[in-house]
């Protein structure tokens, strides 16, 4: 099943970057600036790429895959959204938990996408 390789393709990249992100800030947080011209980029980006899991889970579910996928993808990509304009509202006691939850579910949702099995047709 193609549909489920480029989930989980995706579904790791997402999980990447989205790791990044504390890294990024803490260099800013050690004095460097250049942490957040990295992580404000990178933060709008993992939107973008939330939008390809989405489309990647939706065309995976309807080729017969677990509709599940397409759920947890879009609330992850409207976590995403909020948590962008929380970054840049400053609103960091909802920012940084919310940050925290998101690369929970969204490493959380790489592994269990690329637990799947795939069904033979």
Same mark, same amino acid.
């Given at each position: 099943?193609?549909?489920?390789?480029?989930?989980?393709?995706?579904?790791v990249l997402h999980a990447v970057a989205i790791? /990044?992100?504390?890294? /990024?800030i803490g260099i800013y947080l050690n004095g460097a600036t250049t942490g957040l011209k990295i992580h404000e980029p990178?933060?709008?980006a993992l939107a973008f790429v939330g939008l390809t899991q989405l489309i990647a889970?939706?065309?995976?579910?309807?080729? #017969? #895959?677990?509709?599940?996928?397409?759920l947890i993808a879009l609330l992850i990509l409207a976590a995403e959204?909020?948590?962008?304009?929380?970054?840049f509202n400053k609103q960091l006691t909802i920012h940084i938990p919310l940050g925290? /939850?998101?690369i929970g579910s969204t490493v959380g949702f790489a592994i269990w996408i690329c637990r799947r099995r795939t069904v033979s047709a």
């Open positions: 099943m193609r549909s489920l390789a480029v989930l989980r393709l995706v579904a790791c /990044a992100q504390p890294v /990024a990178v933060g709008i889970a939706l065309v995976y579910w309807r080729r #017969g #895959g677990r509709p599940l996928a397409p959204a909020v948590q962008i304009a929380m970054g925290i /939850a998101l």
